[in-house]
């Protein structure tokens, strides 16, 4: 490796979305950036006018800065946009077309592929030699070398040798002159002075090409590395049509950006030890690229969410509160605004805490204390109110009436209350606890009803009552 500073580069192209590999691969660049001292481009590849838009390249940048990746750290620089050096791309072509590097060619893809005999086997070099001048509709192709091979350095996959012969000489602007992606992206890499391109596996087929016109170009090539692809539990490559891949869909359904962080990092690397739970410090320390492993990484959404009921575990009670602020609001929160009471929901929130997997999910573990009647929820009511519950309900219900309103004296009445019908207090609790919150897990027991208080309790037992009568009728 060069001793030069380490410059690497995420280089997107805006898509309308934040693919969590798009979030790894940013990661991934800046760990290395970091923990080389190095700097971290960002660059937009908006070339494709159509998909150029504003939006979404704020998308991007809101993406990275959620995932803590943005300028208030000297380590990025950018973003560059692809765009405005289209210039450079320009003239880069024809400097390899003065060179002879490159010629122009007049083939139409039905004509390459009636020589050939299939579409598959790339350019046949049928302009090789013609000399034909540049002229609007002749695309502009690479020589390539007819002898050796190139042999890429990638610092994950060891030294891939792809044989000079099996490439083809490759187009690098179109009939229109305007340049290619794969051009466009070795000028901007080698204009921002990158060092190493740490990029998905789906760019493995293009670096010998791009490699040769590094070198055609009269640059040093970068070291590569291409990160393994990430695949669903069927083991098929993650794709928007199938799987959940926008980063922004898991943090507006409740992950928690550093347990995204975390967990996208261990997508192909681990710190080695027993502990993969880290703080976010820690695993850039850690990070070579080196280690990085190049099968398949399994994109595991219930380990994610397992992370992520970890670290909603280890925020402070004030961060929990606040993280779930925004479920708690319309549109999102099924109660009525002036229902909410931010006091009576930080009584209970320790008790969420140590309980939800995600944030969304506090709702329905606090819906009871705010809803003018607990859910109904069907499958939870069929469950509880079994043989008996009708009997434990009724005398429970007579003892609450009057009751110390307090977690353990509510719990002796229904101990009580239970053993004179023969059931434990688990089984006991089931009638209960849906009566009150409308389903069978949630919140402790006794602390909810000692929130929701003794009249609304009641009221809920009675309701449920009415409800078990009407049905044995
Ligand atoms: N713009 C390309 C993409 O989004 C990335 C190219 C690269 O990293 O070299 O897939």
Not at 50 to 62: H, S, T
Not at 359 to 385: G, H, Q, R
Request: overall charge negative; some cysteine; aromatic content about 8%.
């Amino acid at each position: 490796m060069s001793a030069a500073p380490v410059r690497v580069r995420f280089a997107p192209s805006p898509t309308g979305m934040f693919h969590v590999g798009g979030a790894r691969t940013a990661l991934y660049n800046w760990a290395v950036a970091r923990n080389s001292g190095g700097t971290f481009v960002l660059r937009i590849e908006d070339t494709d006018a159509a998909r150029n838009k504003p939006e979404w390249i704020e998308g991007i940048v809101n993406a990275l800065a959620a995932i803590g990746i943005n300028d208030s750290d000297p380590t990025f620089e950018g973003p560059y946009f692809q765009s405005h050096n289209a210039d450079r791309h320009r003239k880069a072509a024809q400097q390899l077309y003065s060179a002879g590097r490159a010629y122009y060619c007049d083939c139409t893809r039905e004509q390459v592929k009636e020589r050939t005999g299939s579409e598959h086997l790339g350019y046949d070099g049928f302009c090789r030699d013609r000399g034909l001048a540049s002229k609007e509709g002749r695309a502009l192709r690479f020589r390539t070398p007819d002898q050796g091979e190139t042999v890429v350095v990638d610092l994950i996959r060891g030294t891939p040798a792809f044989p000079n012969d099996a490439i083809e000489d490759f187009v690098i602007a179109r009939g229109d002159g305007s340049p290619v992606f794969l051009i466009a992206n070795v000028v901007d890499d080698l204009d921002e002075g990158i060092t190493q391109v740490i990029r998905g596996e789906e760019h493995l087929s293009n670096t010998p090409k791009q490699q040769l016109l590094w070198e055609a170009l009269g640059a040093e090539p970068p070291v590569w590395a291409h990160l393994p692809v990430i695949v669903n539990d069927k083991r098929q490559k993650l794709s928007k049509r199938r799987d959940k891949v926008a980063l922004e869909d898991y943090l507006s359904e409740g992950f928690l950006p550093e347990a995204m962080v975390n967990y996208l990092m261990l997508l192909g690397w681990g710190p080695g030890g027993d502990q993969e739970i880290l703080p976010r410090a820690e695993l850039e320390r850690l990070f070579r690229i080196e280690d990085v492993n190049a099968s398949p990484a399994f994109f595991d959404v219930k380990k994610l969410t397992a992370f992520n009921g970890e670290y909603i575990r280890a925020l402070t009670p004030e961060r929990f509160i606040t993280a779930c602020a925004p479920w708690l609001t319309t549109p999102y929160a099924p109660w009525r605004p002036e229902a909410f009471n931010q006091a009576v929901f930080e009584s209970v929130a320790s008790l969420a805490q140590t309980r939800l997997a995600v944030l969304s999910e506090i709702t329905s573990y606090v819906d009871f204390l705010f809803l003018d009647e607990p859910v109904n929820d069907e499958d939870s009511w069929n469950k509880a109110m079994k043989a008996g519950a009708a009997d434990v309900l009724r005398d429970a219900r007579a003892e609450y009436a009057t009751a110390e309103w307090e977690v353990e004296n509510l719990k002796a009445v229904l101990v009580r209350a239970g053993e004179k019908h023969g059931l434990k207090l688990g089984k006991a609790q089931a009638p209960i606890r849906v009566a009150v919150t409308g389903r069978t897990v949630g919140l402790p027991l006794f602390e909810s009803m000692e929130v929701l208080g003794r009249d609304r309790v009641l009221t809920r037992l009675d309701t449920a009552l009415e409800r078990l009568i009407t049905q044995q009728r």
